[in-house]
Structure formats: structure tokens, C-alpha cells
């Protein structure tokens, strides 16, 4: 792989520094849009007068357009430009986050989520193989957690940002700012560096059906690893950020902004967990040619132990030392769950050629929502009825995920195990 062919590229240095800042203020973004709808629901659907089952139907129009439009995003992205695609789908899905506030009926709003699902489904991956490659190697897993920290940023900013918009100037207000922000920073990602493969070389050319493409992606066993072990990991992340402010209400009668104060602690918190798995992983990296993996396999069993640990400490609510130590394992667990995201995502942009790196990361993030992401919440939900509802039913069906992160920390084991043999050659 040469990015460095095209004349302008740089590896290291104020252009590739841009291009970090710019998609990690847009993943801020990306987040932001998608997180505000949980603070607005309720607004949201008294003004409209929507039933429970339209908004939460709105809600998961996001999820579809993620996941049936992220992998062949991604392969534009790959084929096409990076630079120029990136800029389009955020004013694409920042528009639609600026129509969401505009809509009118359930119609409207299912159009306008859908559109932001699908315009946020191929900036993950082309964000991620841009600045994969305006850094060294041995800095990546270094860069993409902070990259990936801006997804932890963007949670808070929709809750607390969108919360305060809504609560002042009505459940519209957040859509209108959050919107005009992101079209600003897509005109700005027009200006980032983007690489071009030599086409002398057909090896290095992005040819060939998507299907035939995805194909070839799937020989690599490695790459197999990587995406079970997301959808295991998810069906933990996912369901532990769905139910934890329920969680929080049942056990201490918590009000919802004080549950939702504590959710945003966590979350920020949870910041130290990507940049700090960053740094870990590229120094395990130099020792081992798994050492990526071998970091998210051991934030994957830390969330799971500190999440047990948690709930076990919920369970006598009246003893306030035992409330704190939840808290810090609470914490911890945040750290933990969000260590294990940009290893991985930096081994699979390792063991692949960079011709593919974009449809690689979206084939990852259709993994993580297939496997684990989509049914995860769902789980939960129906061990916790079956238990008793309460704190103790949610309490069982959120400790039944732990045992999906430890189940992802093995199979990441095995992909670190097999790295060797399957790691991209230049």
C-alpha cells in the first residue's frame, strides 16, 4: 500500500492532523444527532401525538439505514473518494437531522431518520481509513481512539446539549443547531488530504462487484474473528447504554434527570477508554503482531467483570458505601467497554489491503448490529420480565451480557492467535 503516491498526501504532519480534527468533531456530530432522540421522545411525541410504537418505530428507521446502507456506503467509499464522500454524507445526514425538527407527522420523521441512518452509515468507515492512513502504523490504534473518544463526546453532547435546547427552546431546537453544525463541518471536510492508490497496479485498484469485494474480505479468517467477537461485545455495550438509566431509576428511585445526570457521568468517564486502549494497544502491538486484539479482548472481559461487580452492589440499595462502590465499578466498566473499540478497529485496518479498508470497518459495524447490536436490548428485556421485572429482573438480564463479553474477549484471543499469518503485506 502507497497513500503517499498522490503528491499532497501526508503521513504525519498539520494536513493529517486536519483530517483527524475534522472527523472526529463530525463523529462528535454523528453521535450527537443520533443520541438527541432519546432526550426528546417524550416532548416529542406528546406535541405530535404519536403512540409509543410510532416513535419507537422512528427510532429504529435510524438503525435501518445503517445497517442496509453501510456496507455499500462503504464500498463507494473505497471506489470512489474518501474526502469528497465523507463531506457529502454529513451534510446528507445533517440536513436530514435539520428535516427531523421540520417534520410535521410519523411519515416525515421515519423519512428523516432513515436519512440519517443512511447518511451516517459509511462516515465511520471512511473516517476510519482516512485516518488510518495520514498516521504511521505504529501510531494507529493511538489515533483512532481519539477518534473514537469524539463518539463518547457526542452521547454527552446529546444528552446534556440537546437536553438544555429542548428543555428551553422545545424539542425542534436541538435538530435546527445540531444540523447546521454538521453541514458546517461537511463543507470543511472538502478540505481534508485523501490518498490515491496507484492504478498501475491492479492489486492496489478498488475493482470488481461489491459482492466479489466482500468476498474476498471473507477469506480472511482473522476478519471473521473480528466481526463475531463485535456482535458478542455489542450485545454487552449496547444493552448495558439502553438500560442503564431504567436500571438506575429501579434501584435508588432515581427522577429521570438525575438518572440521566449519572448516565452522562459514566459516559464521560468513559472517555478515558478509547484514548487510553489507544495508546495500550500500540505499545502491545510492537511486541506481539496481535497485540490490538489481545488489548480488546481484555477490555471486553474488564467490562464484564466490573459490570458484574456493579450489579452485585445494587443489590442491597440501602447501604450507601456499597452505592459508591457501584458507581466506581459502573465507571470502570465504561473504561473497559470503550477500550476494546478502536483495537479492534485498528486490527482490522491492519490485516486488510487499503484498497478495502472503508467496506472492511462497515462490514465490522454491520457485524456489531446483526450479531449483537439489534437483539442485545431485546435480551435484556425479556430476562428481566421473565425474572420479575424490578431491579433483580433487569439486574439478571443485564448480567446475562457479561457473559457475551467474556465470550467476545475468547474469540479475540483467537483472532489475536491468527493475526500472524493473515496481517496485509505492503
Not at 499532497?8 to 438527541?36: N, T
Not at 473505497?78 to 463531506?87: E, F, K
Amino acid at each position: 500500500m502507497r497513500e503517499e503516491e498522490s503528491g499532497r498526501f501526508e503521513v504525519g504532519g498539520k494536513r493529517a492532523f486536519y483530517v483527524l480534527a475534522i472527523c472526529s468533531l463530525l463523529h462528535a456530530m454523528c453521535s450527537a444527532d443520533w443520541q438527541v432522540m432519546a432526550v426528546v421522545l417524550e416532548p416529542m411525541r406528546r406535541d405530535m401525538a404519536l403512540s409509543d410504537a410510532q416513535v419507537g418505530l422512528a427510532s429504529s428507521a435510524y438503525f435501518l439505514g445503517v445497517i442496509f446502507f453501510v456496507i455499500p456506503v462503504s464500498h463507494l467509499v473505497d471506489a470512489w473518494s474518501r474526502r469528497y464522500m465523507l463531506g457529502l454524507t454529513a451534510i446528507f445526514w445533517s440536513a436530514c437531522t435539520l428535516f427531523t425538527g421540520m417534520a410535521g407527522g410519523i411519515a416525515s420523521l421515519l423519512v428523516a431518520r432513515l436519512g440519517v441512518g443512511v447518511g451516517e452509515a459509511g462516515f465511520g468507515p471512511g473516517s476510519t481509513a482516512l485516518v488510518s492512513a495520514s498516521f504511521p502504523e505504529e501510531q494507529r490504534a493511538r489515533k483512532l481512539g481519539i477518534l473514537n473518544a469524539f463518539i463518547t463526546v457526542g452521547v454527552f453532547l446529546g444528552v446534556t446539549g440537546g437536553g438544555y435546547l429542548s428543555a428551553k427552546y422545545g424539542w425542534r431546537m436541538p435538530f435546527y443547531v445540531f444540523g447546521v453544525a454538521g453541514i458546517v463541518l461537511g463543507i470543511l471536510a472538502f478540505f481534508m488530504q485523501d490518498y490515491r492508490l496507484p492504478r498501475s497496479d491492479n492489486s492496489d485498484t478498488v475493482g470488481g462487484s461489491l459482492l466479489a469485494n466482500l468476498r474476498q474480505l471473507i477469506r480472511i479468517r482473522t476478519l471473521r474473528w473480528v466481526w463475531v467477537g463485535l456482535g458478542m461485545n455489542a450485545v454487552l455495550q449496547v444493552s448495558v447504554s439502553t438500560w442503564l438509566p431504567a436500571l438506575l431509576m429501579r434501584a435508588y428511585d432515581l427522577q429521570e434527570d438525575k438518572a440521566g445526570y449519572l448516565m452522562g457521568a459514566f459516559t464521560a468517564i468513559g472517555l478515558l477508554g478509547p484514548i487510553l486502549g489507544g495508546i495500550v494497544a500500540d505499545r502491545w502491538q510492537r511486541r506481539h503482531p496481535g497485540g490490538r486484539m489481545r488489548l480488546a479482548a481484555t477490555g471486553a472481559a474488564m467490562a464484564s467483570v466490573f459490570l458484574w461487580l456493579s450489579l452485585v452492589a445494587g443489590l442491597d440499595r440501602h447501604n450507601e458505601v456499597l452505592m459508591y462502590f457501584g458507581a466506581a465499578m459502573m465507571s470502570l466498566h465504561s473504561i473497559g467497554v470503550a477500550m476494546a473499540f478502536p483495537a479492534a478497529a485498528a486490527a482490522v485496518q491492519d490485516i486488510v489491503p487499503a484498497k478495502f479498508r472503508s467496506l472492511a470497518w462497515g462490514a465490522s459495524i454491520a457485524a456489531l448490529f446483526l450479531l449483537g447490536g439489534a437483539w442485545g436490548p431485546l435480551l435484556v428485556g425479556t430476562l428481566s420480565q421473565a425474572f420479575g421485572d424490578g431491579y433483580r429482573g433487569l439486574a439478571i438480564g443485564l448480567a446475562a451480557t457479561g457473559l457475551f463479553g467474556l465470550l467476545a474477549s475468547g474469540i479475540w484471543w483467537a483472532a489475536a492467535r491468527q493475526m500472524r499469518h493473515d496481517r496485509a503485506r505492503p
